[in-house]
């Protein structure tokens, strides 16, 4: 079946702009997770999602970030006034249920603010 | 906190070489330990995963034996092939909705 994928899979943008990555996770998936890879860097926890609870903002490095997901399927995360510090790849997963199922990656996004 | 230690720096070696990578971790209790590999141009998929001391995950060739004793998860492969030159990270789990990850080695396997 169709694995987790995300777009757009490359974006550039000025300094200051506004950007909107999109997750669609695996059907069937009720956890949803945000992670961003800066170069030479292991994965950093964002957010978390599980069903239509509250989701798990304690990874969000400042208030210009910010995500949602519509009920157990696309979840989109908005950096807003991007900044030179946020180029990275972000990547998405999702896992059938919380705890310690296997985390299903996507292939990320590569953001480089310029 | 939760966290793990990769060994610092990419990894050469000759096709049909023995593979180690040192991972370590810190946590309390006991967390559920996971390999994952990247393949070039293509996204983080698992390899292996150990969720209580002393059991062993195996895929494709490749071990690692979850150690409480010395908080290690060190993967291992007895003979590599070009195929498995790739960036590989060590990750735990501790009922926190989220993977903590190493930073990753990269593996080139030179034929």
């Known amino acids: 079946g169709a694995g987790v994928s995300q777009s757009p899979s490359n974006k550039v943008t000025e300094k200051g702009k506004d950007v909107e990555l999109r997750c669609d996770p695996i059907s069937g998936h009720t956890a949803l997770y945000w992670y961003r890879q800066r170069l030479g860097q292991g994965l950093e926890f964002l957010i978390y999602?599980?069903?239509?609870?509250?989701?798990?903002k304690s990874g969000l490095p400042s208030d210009r970030f910010s995500a949602e997901r519509t009920g157990e399927s696309v979840s989109t995360l908005t950096i807003q006034r991007t900044q030179q510090e946020d180029s990275a790849v972000y990547l998405c997963?999702?896992?059938?249920?919380?705890?310690?199922?296997?985390?299903?990656f996507g292939p990320g996004t590569r953001l480089t603010v310029t | 906190g939760n966290s793990v230690t990769q060994m610092e720096g990419p990894v050469t070696l000759s096709e049909e070489a023995f593979l180690t990578i040192n991972c370590t971790y810190t946590?309390?209790?006991?967390?559920?330990l996971f390999w994952y590999v990247q393949y070039p141009g293509e996204g983080l998929q698992l390899l292996l995963k150990a969720t209580k001391a002393d059991d062993k995950g195996s895929n494709k060739g490749f071990e690692a034996t979850y150690r409480k004793e010395t908080t290690s998860f060190h993967l291992e492969k007895g003979s590599v092939q070009v195929s498995d030159s790739a960036v590989y990270f060590c990750a735990l789990y501790y009922g926190n909705n989220r993977l903590a990850f190493g930073k990753g080695n990269q593996v080139v396997v030179i034929p």
């Open positions: 999602f599980q069903g239509n609870s509250a989701p798990d």
């Open positions: 997963a999702s896992s059938l249920a919380p705890g310690g199922y296997e985390q299903y």
């Open positions: 946590a309390t209790g006991y967390p559920s």
